[in-house]
Protein backbone atom coordinates (compact mmCIF):
# COMPACT_ATOMS: atom_id res chain seq x y z
CA UNK A 1 0.00 0.00 0.00
CA UNK A 2 1.52 3.03 -1.04
CA UNK A 3 2.08 6.32 1.49
CA UNK A 4 -1.06 8.77 1.47
CA UNK A 5 1.55 11.59 1.78
CA UNK A 6 3.86 10.19 -0.62
CA UNK A 7 4.72 13.36 -3.27
CA UNK A 8 5.10 10.55 -5.63
CA UNK A 9 2.41 9.47 -5.62
CA UNK A 10 0.50 9.52 -8.74
CA UNK A 11 -2.69 9.10 -7.40
CA UNK A 12 -6.16 11.44 -7.28
CA UNK A 13 -7.92 12.76 -4.18
CA UNK A 14 -9.96 9.89 -3.93
CA UNK A 15 -7.19 7.28 -3.77
CA UNK A 16 -4.87 9.53 -1.17
CA UNK A 17 -8.32 10.28 1.09
CA UNK A 18 -8.49 6.27 1.23
CA UNK A 19 -4.91 5.75 1.57
CA UNK A 20 -5.17 8.59 4.82
CA UNK A 21 -8.56 7.03 5.85
CA UNK A 22 -6.57 3.49 6.58
CA UNK A 23 -2.79 5.14 7.50
CA UNK A 24 -4.13 8.18 9.54
CA UNK A 25 -7.34 7.30 10.70
CA UNK A 26 -8.00 4.09 11.24
CA UNK A 27 -11.06 1.47 10.95
CA UNK A 28 -13.75 2.30 13.86
CA UNK A 29 -12.39 5.96 14.52
CA UNK A 30 -13.94 9.28 13.88
CA UNK A 31 -12.57 12.50 11.75
CA UNK A 32 -13.79 15.61 10.96
CA UNK A 33 -13.90 17.85 7.76
CA UNK A 34 -11.30 19.97 9.26
CA UNK A 35 -9.00 17.19 9.63
CA UNK A 36 -9.70 16.35 6.17
CA UNK A 37 -9.18 20.06 4.44
CA UNK A 38 -5.68 20.06 6.66
CA UNK A 39 -4.50 16.80 5.49
CA UNK A 40 -5.44 18.60 1.98
CA UNK A 41 -4.99 21.73 1.85
CA UNK A 42 -5.54 23.75 -1.51
CA UNK A 43 -7.91 20.24 -2.93
CA UNK A 44 -11.64 21.55 -3.45
CA UNK A 45 -14.33 19.34 -2.38
CA UNK A 46 -12.05 16.93 -1.08
CA UNK A 47 -14.81 15.83 1.38
CA UNK A 48 -16.72 14.62 -1.35
CA UNK A 49 -13.95 12.95 -2.61
CA UNK A 50 -13.92 11.09 0.08
CA UNK A 51 -17.55 10.25 0.04
CA UNK A 52 -17.15 8.92 -3.55
CA UNK A 53 -14.93 5.77 -1.69
CA UNK A 54 -18.88 4.46 -0.72
CA UNK A 55 -19.42 3.53 -4.17
CA UNK A 56 -16.13 0.98 -3.79
CA UNK A 57 -18.14 -0.10 -0.78
CA UNK A 58 -16.00 1.83 2.08
CA UNK A 59 -18.46 2.35 4.74
CA UNK A 60 -18.30 5.99 6.42
CA UNK A 61 -20.94 7.18 8.48
CA UNK A 62 -21.91 10.50 9.16
CA UNK A 63 -24.16 12.19 12.29
CA UNK A 64 -27.32 11.98 10.13
CA UNK A 65 -26.34 8.03 9.60
CA UNK A 66 -25.10 7.67 13.19
CA UNK A 67 -26.50 9.49 15.73
CA UNK A 68 -23.83 8.97 18.63
CA UNK A 69 -21.77 11.08 16.23
CA UNK A 70 -21.35 14.97 16.99
CA UNK A 71 -22.54 17.22 13.78
CA UNK A 72 -18.62 17.73 12.26
CA UNK A 73 -17.67 14.37 13.03
CA UNK A 74 -17.89 10.76 10.65
CA UNK A 75 -16.68 7.90 11.56
CA UNK A 76 -14.79 5.29 9.39
CA UNK A 77 -15.79 1.87 9.66
CA UNK A 78 -14.60 -0.37 6.78
CA UNK A 79 -12.49 -0.13 3.99
CA UNK A 80 -13.85 -1.76 1.22
CA UNK A 81 -11.80 -1.77 -2.95
CA UNK A 82 -8.61 -0.83 -2.34
CA UNK A 83 -8.69 1.76 -5.31
CA UNK A 84 -5.06 2.74 -5.07
CA UNK A 85 -4.67 -0.62 -6.82
CA UNK A 86 -5.66 0.67 -10.04
CA UNK A 87 -6.33 -3.16 -11.63
CA UNK A 88 -8.85 -3.64 -8.68
CA UNK A 89 -10.57 0.01 -8.81
CA UNK A 90 -11.43 -0.96 -12.46
CA UNK A 91 -12.62 -4.29 -11.94
CA UNK A 92 -15.17 -2.52 -9.38
CA UNK A 93 -15.87 0.39 -10.88
CA UNK A 94 -19.69 1.13 -10.31
CA UNK A 95 -21.04 -0.36 -13.70
CA UNK A 96 -24.30 0.53 -15.93
CA UNK A 97 -24.98 -0.91 -19.03
CA UNK A 98 -23.50 1.43 -21.80
CA UNK A 99 -27.07 2.39 -24.21
CA UNK A 100 -26.97 1.84 -27.78
CA UNK A 101 -27.78 5.92 -27.82
CA UNK A 102 -24.53 6.51 -25.80
CA UNK A 103 -22.17 4.73 -27.83
CA UNK A 104 -23.38 6.11 -31.13
CA UNK A 105 -22.62 9.56 -29.71
CA UNK A 106 -19.26 8.34 -28.05
CA UNK A 107 -18.28 6.83 -31.54
CA UNK A 108 -19.42 10.16 -33.14
CA UNK A 109 -17.39 12.86 -30.53
CA UNK A 110 -14.13 10.19 -30.98
CA UNK A 111 -14.37 10.39 -34.77
CA UNK A 112 -14.61 6.78 -34.95
CA UNK A 113 -10.96 6.25 -33.64
CA UNK A 114 -9.53 4.26 -30.96
CA UNK A 115 -8.43 7.34 -28.63
CA UNK A 116 -5.35 5.40 -27.28
CA UNK A 117 -3.67 4.57 -30.81
CA UNK A 118 -5.66 7.25 -33.25
CA UNK A 119 -6.53 4.15 -35.24
CA UNK A 120 -9.66 4.29 -37.49
CA UNK A 121 -12.78 1.39 -37.09
CA UNK A 122 -12.20 -1.04 -39.79
CA UNK A 123 -8.45 0.55 -40.54
CA UNK A 124 -5.95 -2.27 -40.74
CA UNK A 125 -2.72 -2.07 -38.39
CA UNK A 126 0.24 -1.08 -39.37
CA UNK A 127 2.13 -4.03 -38.31
CA UNK A 128 -0.10 -6.42 -38.62
CA UNK A 129 -2.01 -5.81 -41.98
CA UNK A 130 -4.07 -9.19 -42.03
CA UNK A 131 -6.30 -7.81 -38.40
CA UNK A 132 -8.25 -5.05 -38.73
CA UNK A 133 -9.22 -2.32 -35.91
CA UNK A 134 -12.63 -3.20 -33.91
CA UNK A 135 -13.87 -0.39 -31.99
CA UNK A 136 -15.92 -0.65 -28.83
CA UNK A 137 -17.03 2.09 -26.30
CA UNK A 138 -15.25 1.16 -22.88
CA UNK A 139 -14.93 2.79 -19.70
CA UNK A 140 -11.59 4.65 -18.80
CA UNK A 141 -10.77 5.72 -15.16
CA UNK A 142 -9.86 9.25 -15.49
CA UNK A 143 -8.70 11.61 -12.83
CA UNK A 144 -9.82 15.26 -13.64
CA UNK A 145 -8.14 18.73 -13.19
CA UNK A 146 -9.38 19.10 -9.89
CA UNK A 147 -8.02 15.76 -8.65
CA UNK A 148 -11.60 14.67 -8.59
CA UNK A 149 -12.14 10.71 -10.42
CA UNK A 150 -14.99 9.55 -12.91
CA UNK A 151 -15.19 6.60 -15.03
CA UNK A 152 -15.57 8.12 -18.50
CA UNK A 153 -16.53 6.51 -21.84
CA UNK A 154 -14.18 6.20 -24.76
CA UNK A 155 -13.83 4.41 -28.38
CA UNK A 156 -11.25 1.87 -27.96
CA UNK A 157 -10.17 -0.72 -30.13
CA UNK A 158 -9.91 -3.98 -29.08
CA UNK A 159 -6.55 -4.56 -29.35
CA UNK A 160 -5.85 -1.31 -26.77
CA UNK A 161 -8.54 -2.25 -24.89
CA UNK A 162 -6.68 -6.14 -24.29
CA UNK A 163 -3.55 -4.15 -23.36
CA UNK A 164 -4.41 -1.82 -21.05
CA UNK A 165 -3.38 -2.12 -17.55
CA UNK A 166 -6.30 -0.02 -16.05
CA UNK A 167 -4.08 2.86 -15.09
CA UNK A 168 -6.22 6.60 -15.09
CA UNK A 169 -6.45 8.83 -17.95
CA UNK A 170 -4.48 11.69 -16.31
CA UNK A 171 -6.26 15.27 -17.07
CA UNK A 172 -4.75 16.76 -14.21
CA UNK A 173 -1.01 15.71 -15.82
CA UNK A 174 -1.94 17.09 -19.17
CA UNK A 175 -3.05 20.50 -17.87
CA UNK A 176 -0.23 21.09 -15.83
CA UNK A 177 2.14 20.25 -18.65
CA UNK A 178 -0.13 22.53 -20.42
CA UNK A 179 0.57 25.24 -17.99
CA UNK A 180 4.29 24.99 -18.20
CA UNK A 181 4.05 26.40 -21.83
CA UNK A 182 5.57 29.50 -22.86
CA UNK A 183 2.66 32.11 -24.09
CA UNK A 184 2.83 31.48 -27.72
CA UNK A 185 3.16 27.58 -27.44
CA UNK A 186 0.41 27.85 -25.27
CA UNK A 187 -1.74 30.07 -27.55
CA UNK A 188 -0.82 27.82 -30.69
CA UNK A 189 -2.04 24.49 -28.42
CA UNK A 190 -5.43 26.61 -27.79
CA UNK A 191 -6.09 27.23 -31.65
CA UNK A 192 -4.88 23.35 -32.76
CA UNK A 193 -7.90 22.65 -29.89
CA UNK A 194 -10.12 24.66 -31.35
CA UNK A 195 -9.88 23.37 -34.53
CA UNK A 196 -9.61 19.45 -33.08
CA UNK A 197 -6.23 19.25 -35.44
CA UNK A 198 -2.03 20.02 -35.22
CA UNK A 199 -1.37 22.68 -37.35
CA UNK A 200 2.58 23.34 -38.51
CA UNK A 201 4.36 25.86 -36.65
CA UNK A 202 6.75 28.23 -38.51
CA UNK A 203 9.72 26.33 -36.83
CA UNK A 204 8.82 22.96 -38.31
CA UNK A 205 7.90 24.75 -42.12
CA UNK A 206 11.62 26.33 -41.92
CA UNK A 207 12.89 22.79 -41.15
CA UNK A 208 10.82 21.01 -43.64
CA UNK A 209 11.63 23.50 -46.22
CA UNK A 210 15.47 23.34 -45.92
CA UNK A 211 15.67 19.66 -45.95
CA UNK A 212 13.97 19.87 -49.44
CA UNK A 213 17.10 21.92 -50.57
CA UNK A 214 19.67 20.38 -52.55
CA UNK A 215 22.63 19.48 -50.23
CA UNK A 216 25.23 22.26 -51.47
CA UNK A 217 22.45 24.72 -50.83
CA UNK A 218 21.76 23.09 -47.75
CA UNK A 219 25.36 23.76 -47.00
CA UNK A 220 25.79 27.37 -47.73
CA UNK A 221 22.22 28.16 -45.47
CA UNK A 222 24.37 26.81 -42.69
CA UNK A 223 27.18 28.78 -43.46
CA UNK A 224 25.30 31.84 -44.01
CA UNK A 225 23.54 31.59 -40.30
CA UNK A 226 26.72 30.49 -38.59
CA UNK A 227 28.85 34.29 -39.60
ZN1 LIG B 1 -6.16 1.33 -30.37
Not at 76 to 87: L, R
Amino acid sequence: MPDWNDRELKAGTMVRGALWLVQVVGEGNTFTKEQLREAFPRISQVDRRVRDLRDFGWVILTSSEDASLAAEDQRFIEAGVPVWDPAARQANAPQKTISAKEKRSVFARDEYMCTVCGIAGGESYVEDPNRTAVLSVTRRTTVLPDGREEVLLVAECKRCRAGSDGSPARADEVLADIKELDDGDRRRLLRWMERGRRGTTALERAWNAYRRLPGEARGEVRSALGE
